[in-house]
C-alpha cells in the first residue's frame, strides 16, 4: 500500500467534494435538490464515460451483479439525497463539520462488522467525537432538527459505503464503480424529481452545474483510490481538510460565519478523530515489531 498517494487522493477528494457542495448549495434556491441531483450525475456520467473510452476501458454494467458494488451504489444515493437535502437547509461549514464524524463512524462500523480490534482509549475518541457532534447540532426542546437529522444519516451511509469500498476486489477499475455510482445519483436524483418538479435552468445554472459534475467526479475518482491505496488509519485524517475549504468557501460565497459552539463542537470532533488514528498507527506498529521479532526467533 502506497500510504502518501492514498493521502494525497484523500486531500483531493475533499476539496472536489466540498466545492461542489458550495456549487449545489448556491443553487438549491432556483432549482429542486432531486433536479440539481439528477442533472449533476447525469453531466458526471458523461464525463466519466468520455474519459473511459479515452482510456480504453469499455463500460458495463455487470459489476452491478457484485452485492459489494451494489451496496455502495445504494449507500451513495441514499447519501446524496440526505446531505444536499441538509444542505439547502443549513450553513455549508455546519454541514461539513458534522460529516466529520464520518471517520469515527467508519471505525465503529469496523469494530462491530469486521471485528477491528478497538482499544478502550479508542472507544472514548469515538463518543468524545460524538458528542462534538451533539454540539454542533445543538438539539433544543424540540430535539434534533430535521436537517442536522439528514447529516447524520448521511454520516452514517457514508460510513457504510467506505467499509463496503474496502473489501471490493482490486480487479473492478475504479472508474467503473466512479461510473456506477455516479448513474446511481442519477436514479435517485431522477425519483425525487419527480416528487419535487422541474424547474427551467438557465445557461448560468447549467454551467455551474456542469462544474459541480466534473468536481464530483473528481472526488469519486480520488475517494475510490485513496481507500484502495492506503491505510485507513493513515489516510482518513486527510479527511478533515474538508473543513478548511467548507468554512472558506461558505464565508467566502454565503457570508456565514461559524459560531462558538460550531467550532468547539468541530474541534472536539477534529481531535477526537485525530487521536484515534494516532492510537491505530501506534497498535499497527507494536502489531508489526512484534511479528518481526516472532520471526526472527
Not at 44 to 73: D, E, H, T, W
Not at 144 to 172: E, N, S, W
Request: net charge positive.
Amino acid at each position: 500500500m502506497n500510504n502518501r498517494k492514498g493521502a494525497l487522493f484523500m486531500a483531493a477528494a475533499m476539496a472536489g467534494f466540498t466545492i461542489n457542495d458550495a456549487m449545489t448549495k448556491s443553487l438549491t434556491h432556483s432549482l429542486g435538490v432531486g433536479q440539481i441531483i439528477f442533472l449533476r450525475g447525469a453531466l458526471a456520467c458523461l464525463f466519466i464515460y468520455l474519459l473511459m473510452r479515452a482510456q480504453g476501458i469499455r463500460p458495463s454494467l455487470k459489476p452491478l451483479g457484485n452485492p459489494l458494488i451494489s451496496v455502495r451504489v445504494a449507500c451513495e444515493m441514499l447519501s446524496s439525497v440526505c446531505y444536499l437535502t441538509a444542505l439547502s437547509l443549513i450553513p455549508l461549514a455546519n454541514a461539513a463539520a458534522i460529516l466529520q464524524s464520518l471517520p469515527l463512524a467508519v471505525t465503529f462500523g469496523a469494530a462491530l462488522v469486521f471485528r477491528d480490534p478497538v482499544g478502550w482509549r479508542r472507544w472514548l475518541a469515538i463518543i468524545a467525537g460524538f458528542v462534538g457532534v451533539l454540539i454542533i447540532i445543538r438539539p433544543g426542546a424540540e430535539g434534533f432538527t430535521l436537517p442536522a437529522l439528514y447529516v447524520v444519516m448521511t454520516v452514517f451511509l457514508a460510513a457504510t459505503r467506505d467499509l463496503v469500498t474496502t473489501r471490493i476486489h482490486a480487479d473492478t477499475p475504479s472508474i467503473v464503480v466512479t461510473l456506477l455510482t455516479a448513474m446511481g445519483n442519477s436514479v435517485a436524483g431522477f425519483g425525487l424529481m419527480a416528487y419535487q418538479g422541474w424547474q427551467p435552468v438557465n445557461l448560468p445554472s447549467f454551467a455551474l452545474l456542469a462544474a459541480a459534475a466534473l468536481m464530483l467526479m473528481g472526488g469519486y475518482q480520488c475517494i475510490i483510490l485513496s481507500m484502495r491505496s492506503g491505510e485507513i488509519s493513515f489516510i482518513a485524517p486527510f479527511r478533515y481538510s474538508s473543513m478548511l475549504w467548507a468554512i472558506g468557501l461558505g464565508f467566502l460565497i454565503f457570508h456565514e460565519v461559524p459560531d462558538l459552539p460550531m467550532l468547539i463542537g468541530m474541534m472536539i470532533v477534529v481531535a477526537s478523530g485525530l487521536y484515534m488514528f494516532s492510537r491505530e498507527r501506534k497498535r499497527r506498529t507494536i502489531i508489526a515489531a512484534t511479528a518481526v521479532t516472532e520471526g526472527e526467533a
